[in-house]
């Protein structure tokens, strides 16, 4: 995992900051993979500070123990407005080993307007040494005013083969090429998919597939992958697509029963399914309710497939 978070523009670009000593006083890294957003700012803490694999400071910036590196929330935690005074605060001391400072903020977008209001001016005008690294999965619930204040590093979803040889290097032995392709380019997303044994394609072609896709929406639970779903429904649409324009190159099955699904599917249908799946993971982001989403979603695949199946 960690020569594909290495990989990312995020990464190099503060490394080589730091190489020619112009480290921005603060950075937003914006990573769309919320599991291992903190994974990445680690590294990038790592890059900032020039560390070197093994290194003393390396292992104790990877352990989230450096003195002069603070990471806030605790992990899995929320921005409070205490946090917000202690980073006011820690900024005014001086760091302890060398001449720079860093705050790594995470999960900066489920941060309040109060929180991120309260960071305004040490943000644009920190202490002398003192830098910030924010990570955040979106820019929109990131304050106008904050961004105007960062350096933005926006990364893009990770190309399917980056994702593949990630998961090749992490599950040895295991075929990862649909989980990878559904993925969206988002790591967790093909973890998720794989671990999950199949369970979520198996589920998306049972969803595409019923005259009653309302039933199988039932089935789907606050507790399930919200974005592993909806990216194994894109996946077999995709492949479904393709199998009608008499392409090859399926990545989650070339069987016959997805050939016989695909049969009742004319292209418009599928081309404007794919357009909602994608709509319906934008809405996800905006935290709309899932099984909603996924019931508004059949709906309309239901609706287009009988207007295109009158059509053909």
């Known amino acids: ?27 937003l890294v914006l990573f769309p993979d919320g599991t291992y957003l903190r994974d990445l700012l680690r590294e ?11 290194s003393r400071e390396a292992e104790l910036i990877g352990a ?10 605790a992990a899995g935690g929320k921005l409070t407005a205490d946090d917000g005074a202690r980073i006011v605060d820690e900024s005014l001391l001086r760091p302890v080993e060398g001449d720079k400072k860093l705050f790594v903020l995470d999960n900066f977008h489920n941060a309040s307007a109060l929180v991120q209001n309260k960071l ?7 202490p002398a040494g003192v830098h910030f690294l924010l ?25 399917e083969g980056a994702v593949c040889g990630a ?58 992958d919200k974005q592993s779903f909806f990216a194994a429904v894109r996946l077999l649409l995709r492949d479904m697509l393709l199998q009608r324009e008499g392409r090859g190159d399926l990545a989650a099955s070339g069987d016959e ?6 049969e009742e599917y004319p292209i418009g249908a599928l081309l404007s399914a794919l357009e909602r799946v994608t709509e319906a993971e934008r809405q996800l ?21 009988k207007k295109w199946q009158r059509l053909s």
Do not use: W
């Not at 995020?10 to 921005?24: F, K, N, V």
């Not at 982001?285 to 497939?305: P, T």
């Open 257 to 262: 029963e997805l050939r016989e699904l695909a």
């Open 167 to 224: 998961l090749l290097r992490k599950y040895p032995g295991r075929d990862v090429r649909a989980c990878a392709a559904a993925s969206g380019g988002v790591f967790s997303a093909a973890e998720a998919l794989l671990e999950g044994g199949g369970e979520e394609f198996r589920l998306a072609r049972e969803f595409l597939a019923s005259e009653e896709p309302e039933r199988v929406c039932r089935l789907l639970d606050d507790k399930r």
């Open 285 to 305: 982001k905006f935290n709309a309710n899932f099984q909603q989403c996924a019931e508004v979603l059949a709906l309309h695949i239901r609706k287009e497939r």
């Open 64 to 73: 989230e123990h450096y003195s002069d590196c603070l990471y806030l929330p």
């Open 120 to 126: 305004l001016k040490v943000l644009e005008e920190p």
């Open 44 to 54: 990038c803490a790592k890059a900032f500070f020039g560390a070197e694999d093994a």
């Open 1 to 27: 995992m960690r020569e594909l978070l290495r990989s990312t523009k995020a990464y190099r670009a503060i490394a080589s900051d730091a190489r020619s000593g112009r480290q921005s006083h603060a950075y």
């Open 135 to 159: 990570g955040a999965t979106a820019e929109f619930s990131v304050l106008p005013t904050v961004l105007s204040r960062v350096k933005k590093l926006e990364e893009p979803p990770f190309e």
